[in-house]
């Protein structure tokens, strides 16, 4: 899943150098914490969110095999 995130933040950015991805692993839930440059900002979020919509839900359905909740948090 982290991957996954990874490749489609720097599909999108003009600095994909500057993408930063983690990911902590807990029980029940995945947390990705996605970090890119104050200038790509708006590129990922997308008008009205739905950039970020659409990497949450692709992140949702790469994790429904392990049957975790997946939360991505871009920072």
Do not use: Y
């Not at 720097?10 to 807990?26: I, T």
């Not at 990922?44 to 969110?49: C, E, H, L, T």
Request: no cysteine; aromatic share 0%.
């Amino acid at each position: 899943m982290k991957e996954v995130v990874e490749i489609l933040a720097k599909a999108l950015v003009n600095q994909p150098d500057k993408v930063d991805v983690q990911m902590v692993e807990k029980e029940k839930m995945i947390l990705i914490e996605l970090r890119v440059a104050s200038e790509d900002m708006g590129r990922i979020i997308g008008k009205q969110g739905k950039i970020a919509h659409a990497i949450r839900s692709v992140a949702k359905a790469a994790a429904t095999k392990q049957r975790k909740k997946v939360i991505v948090e871009i920072i």
